[in-house]
């Protein structure tokens, strides 16, 4: 990349100030059709594995791999023109790695790690002669959330926001949050994008063996959270491989009216005299590939394990395809990041507050005495065959939206059904909705 160089006094010195003139796109090379467009009647084929690829004697153990951005860009750049003429109609840049917390202690920033990522795919866009669609990649921040970590809710969106606003002011096509393991961490992420920028957001979250993330999250649970925060596709990546997903992506299809995507694994990694190999081969992991688009996913591609050859015999596979047209079984429902259920007149709901608690309800959360609150939802649980817990809070007209949103954060530490939320206003309702892990059911009186 060439680099413009100008040179100014300081002190007296001659010194040398190096200006980044940045990598902008031939016009010619971008996609004439928006993403959301492509998806609504297309399959839009992902790229494959980049942390694999990039471990075949380019990643050293332990660095982090957005630092080949800068450091050894030709490499990233090859990965990304393989990638299309393989196939692949998108190109994930490099930046899975690349948040705060990860970046600390390297001489890089956020930002300049973006910004080198961006430039190589722009340099793969042109060395493979054919446009693509740019996603900004982010996987998980680093650090456990409250409760189970320390980051808190605040302090993760920001994070998440920071690499927001850099997709968008790079000129991505769209952002993907993938590899997520924890539902409340993803629909952070979310909220960070769809509330601070104009880019289309996939989510995808990785599943253990027994379909719930390692956090203990559902799909289902996935699917409403994400459809409530706005995001653009949702799906399952990573985790093993396409056979042993296959039933929780045909489950996913009927859950959400949202774009499907799935980028599995290219099998279960085994360790062969001291190298890692995956046990699916391009023609296995297409053929399954094929019967998922049949279920209605559109968005497909590969994770860990596979490469070039599996992007370019999944693309052979769905040449020969038409997208199928979902009929999704749509309910009104509501969840925590582990349970959901469907929400109706005659759902049997716990109310917290009445007319003769009320009072007292109020002081304690006013007053910062959240605990007495959680104290109260539990006595009164224990004899109650509720599926879900409203909290009106048109009978605590002093308490504010800000402090219903600590109340409810409060009383999920402990109280495990769905939560509901009767509120005077869709501000209020919002305020509270936003900081809760799952999808609260909503009313506005």
């Known amino acids: 990349m060439p680099r413009k160089r100008r040179c100014s006094l300081q002190q007296g ?19 004439n059709m928006d993403i959301l467009s492509h998806i609504q009647n297309q399959f839009l084929i992902f790229d494959g594995a980049f942390g694999t690829v990039l471990m075949d004697g380019v990643l050293q153990p332990g660095e982090n791999p957005s630092v080949l951005n800068i450091t050894k860009p030709e490499a990233v750049t090859e990965i990304h023109r393989k990638y299309l003429e393989s196939g692949a109609m998108v190109i994930t840049l490099n930046t899975f790695s690349n948040s705060r917390f990860k970046v600390e202690g390297l001489p890089y920033t956020v930002e300049e790690l973006a910004h080198a990522a961006f430039e190589c795919a722009a340099r793969a866009v042109e060395k493979a002669g054919k446009s693509a669609y740019i996603i900004y990649d982010i996987g ?41 393991a924890d539902p409340y961490e ?44 706005g995001a653009d596709a949702v799906g399952i990546n990573c985790s093993v491989g396409p056979k042993d997903l296959l039933p929780y992506a045909k489950q996913l299809t009927a859950m959400t009216s949202l774009p499907i995507l799935v980028q599995p694994n290219a099998g279960l990694p085994q360790e062969r005299d001291g190298v890692t190999t995956f046990d699916v081969t391009p023609e296995e992991y297409a053929g399954v590939m094929g019967e998922l688009a049949a279920c209605g996913v559109n ?16 693309s052979g596979v769905l040449a020969k395809m038409q997208p199928f047209k979902r009929t999704p079984d749509l309910r009104s429902t509501a969840c925590t990041a582990t349970v959901c259920i469907t929400i109706d007149t ?29 104290d109260l939802a539990l006595d ?44 005077v206003n869709q501000a209020f309702a919002d305020t509270v909705a936003r900081v809760y892990n799952g999808k609260p059911a909503i009313m506005v009186k």
């Open 380 to 423: 009164k649980l224990f004899d109650t065959d509720a599926e879900y817990m409203n909290i009106d809070f048109t009978q605590l007209p002093s308490v504010s939206a800000e402090q219903g949103a600590e109340l409810v954060k409060a009383l999920q530490t402990a109280v495990r059904i769905p939560f509901g939320i009767t509120a």
């Open 186 to 229: 993803l629909k952070i992420g979310a909220l960070s994008v769809k509330e601070n920028t104009k880019l289309p957001l996939f989510c995808s979250i990785t599943l253990e063996q027994n379909g719930r993330t390692y956090t203990g999250g559902c799909l289902e649970s996935v699917a409403a959270m994400m459809e409530s925060v």
């Open 140 to 180: 998980p921040c680093g650090k456990l959330l409250e409760p189970m970590g320390e980051v808190s809710f605040n302090e993760a969106y920001e994070i998440y926001k920071e690499q927001a606003l850099l997709a968008e002011k790079l000129g991505a096509d769209a952002v993907l949050i993938e590899t997520m």
């Open 346 to 374: 005659d759902t049997p709901a716990f109310e917290l507050v009445t007319p003769e608690n009320a009072e007292e309800i109020s002081d304690y959360i006013t007053s910062g005495d959240f605990d007495s609150v959680l």
């Open 13 to 31: 010195r001659r010194c040398c100030i190096i200006i980044t003139c940045y990598f902008t796109f031939n016009p010619k090379r971008r996609c």
């Open 299 to 314: 968005i497909l591609g590969g994770c860990c394990g596979t490469n070039y050859e599996y992007i370019r015999q999944l």
